[in-house]
């Protein structure tokens, strides 16, 4: 079992940068692949980004590339993303998602990010 929380949202100017974290219990974190998701009002949840068990590799969606980065620490059970060069596109809920293979095994609750243009 798995629980994830997410943490670090808020209001931020466009152009501005926050930083997004997921923490989660559970001593089988190391073993999932991570993933962030977001959904906007009226939107379907669309992937963002996606880290390795190991956090060797890394894919984005390309509305975020160049922006984002996800990055994990197996240490303190936790996952990042630094967003950066924030856009009103960019406002939705962000969710952290613990992956094997395609499913997703665990959703957290969600953080909002709201950008402001």
């Known amino acids: 079992q798995v629980h994830l929380v997410e943490s670090g949202g808020g209001l931020v100017q466009a152009g501005g940068s926050l930083r997004l974290s997921c923490a989660a219990s559970?001593?089988?974190?190391?073993?999932?692949?991570m993933k962030w998701f977001r959904q906007a009002p009226g939107k379907e949840r669309e992937f963002v980004a996606l880290?390795?068990?190991?956090?060797?590799?890394?894919a984005y969606a390309d509305s975020v590339k160049g922006r984002f980065t996800i990055s994990r620490d197996n240490a303190k059970n936790t996952v990042y993303l630094q967003m950066n060069s924030l856009k009103s596109e960019d406002t939705a809920v962000y969710y952290c998602a613990a992956v094997r293979g395609s499913s997703v095994d665990y959703w957290g609750q969600g953080t909002q990010v709201t950008v402001s243009s």
């Open positions: 880290i390795s068990w190991s956090g060797g590799s890394t």
């Open positions: 559970g001593r089988t974190f190391s073993s999932y692949a």
